[in-house]
């Protein structure tokens, strides 16, 4: 009974609940598609009018062809990719030369000549004066050696050997200028080439001397603050191996840390230069080539095209007709620059980085971005990096730490550049004329008016054109100087 009762009722219960179910979902699905069915009408209703609005769109889009910008040449629009521009100006550059070369050769024909190229150095075969002078200073480089050494061990005094010092680098200067203006058989391209290594020589040899003289004074203020001097180690650790170990003062004193730093190529000197892991072959010999290849054609250049261009402006100089003296100038100063040029890269780059890499000194900064100059005192200090890092170690800071101020400390840096580019030019060629001293004197007044008045684009083009026509005009107004006064000389001679 229990079982027939209990039957019916589960079934029942059964039914109602999926009945309920059923419902339910009937509910919802009648509600969906009523959803389904009012969205449809909306958008039935909103369809028009969307439409309208989007034809609006397009038509609004086809008739507008202009938005808020800038011209691609005004410096307010952002846009600095001219590659374009500059590959024209290269273009042009080559054109214009190449039908001024084409001009000259159909003018004077090929003057080019190898074998007159020695008769720049030599006057005779068997006479090489430059080249002697080059050696003899070797008695020099002994000297500063020497003289370091003893200081090292407390032989001499620190006043004595500052005078000895001094003694050296005075006759280093004065030796080889009284030389090549009492020797005639000394060609002006040879005392160029024998003035240059003295210069240098002197410049290396005080920097030698000073930053001993700093390691002498570091090494007496550790020895009075404690109890013993932790000196360097010995000569021979020092001259171990390859020269990587690290030295100490006066473990650098010997002749093959002297000579690794007289043919490095750097002008100031220190204990351990960084150095480089190996040498790389393809490197040096793609810097050999691009030295053998500049060399000829720098020579090439001079010889047919601005010794002819020398030679006609003689009269101009000599009847003082000032318009075609300036002519002349202008004309000589496009391969003058040219060839200083393609000297730059030649020396900065393929030569210095030649030695270096023989040398593993590791480093390269031998110049910077001189070309972005927007001021002269940042052309100055970038393309010749040996050298002004020289001036600010060795002769600018230390005027600085003695008081003297900003403003005259860089008068006296230019000073000191104009003094040697006078002496590198005005001894060879025997003959004063003051231009190249004045000429490095006006890049002050120069850089006050290019920093005050010009900024960016307009600062750079003054540097550029400082460059073209400024001492490259200095250094043409020797050259014709000298064969003004050659060519004057010669047909008085000729007369008599």
Not at 309 to 323: L, R, V
């Amino acid at each position: 009974g229990d079982r027939s009762e209990r039957g019916p009722v589960k079934r029942g219960r059964r039914t109602t609940i999926s009945g309920e179910a059923a419902g339910t979902r009937a509910e919802r699905g009648g509600a969906a598609e009523t959803r389904n069915r009012q969205a449809q009408e909306e958008k039935r209703r909103e369809s028009p009018a969307r439409k309208h609005k989007h034809d609006n769109h397009a038509s609004t889009d086809r008739l507008r062809c202009h938005t808020l910008q800038e011209s691609l040449l005004s410096s307010d629009s952002g846009y600095s990719n001219y590659r374009g521009i500059l590959n024209w100006c290269v273009v042009m550059l080559v054109l214009t030369n190449a039908r001024l070369f084409l001009e000259n050769l159909i003018k004077y024909g090929i003057l080019v000549d190898p074998i007159q190229v020695i008769s720049l150095f030599l006057k005779d075969p068997y006479s090489w004066p430059a080249l002697c002078l080059i050696i003899v200073s070797i008695v020099f480089i002994m000297a500063a050696l020497y003289t370091e050494r003893r200081l090292s061990v407390g032989t001499i005094s620190e006043s004595t050997g500052t005078f000895l010092h001094c003694i050296n680098l005075t006759v280093i200067l004065c030796f080889p200028a009284a030389t090549v203006l009492t020797l005639t058989s000394v060609t002006p391209v040879g005392g160029v080439l024998a003035l240059s290594v003295y210069t240098i020589l002197f410049l290396k040899l005080y920097s030698y001397r000073d930053v001993n003289k700093w390691c002498r004074e570091t090494r007496q203020a550790k020895a009075r603050t404690l109890s013993r001097s932790h000196s360097c180690p010995s000569v021979h650790r020092a001259n171990g191996n390859t020269g990587h170990t690290r030295v100490s003062y006066p473990g650098n004193l010997t002749h093959r840390d002297m000579f690794y730093f007289l043919f490095a190529p750097t002008l100031c000197y220190e204990l351990n230069f960084p150095r480089s892991p190996r040498i790389r072959k393809r490197f040096l010999l793609r810097r050999l080539f691009e030295m053998l290849f500049l060399i000829q054609l720098m020579v090439g250049l001079i010889q047919q095209w601005m010794v002819p261009t020398i030679q006609n402006s003689m009269k101009p100089f000599q009847n003082m007709d000032f318009s075609r003296m300036v002519e002349r100038l202008l004309k000589l100063a496009v391969p003058n620059h040219l060839i200083w040029l393609i000297f730059f890269y030649w020396f900065f780059h393929s030569c210095m980085n030649f030695v270096a890499e023989l040398l593993q000194f590791g480093d390269r900064e031998f110049y910077r971005d001189w070309w972005n100059s927007e001021t002269v005192p940042y052309f100055w200090s970038n393309w010749n990096i040996p050298v002004h890092k020289w001036c600010l170690r060795h002769f600018y800071k230390p005027m600085m730490m003695r008081g003297v101020n900003k403003l005259a400390a860089q008068i006296a840096v230019f000073f000191l550049s104009a003094f040697f580019h006078e002496y590198l030019v005005s001894v060879p060629l025997k003959m004063f004329r003051l231009w190249a001293f004045l000429g490095m004197m006006s890049q002050i007044p120069l850089a006050y008016f290019v920093g005050r008045f010009l900024r960016g684009n307009y600062g750079n083009a003054a540097v550029w054109m400082s460059l073209i026509i400024g001492q490259p005009v200095a250094i043409l107004m020797y050259v014709h100087d000298y064969y003004v006064l050659n060519s004057a000389g010669a047909s008085q001679s000729d007369t008599v």
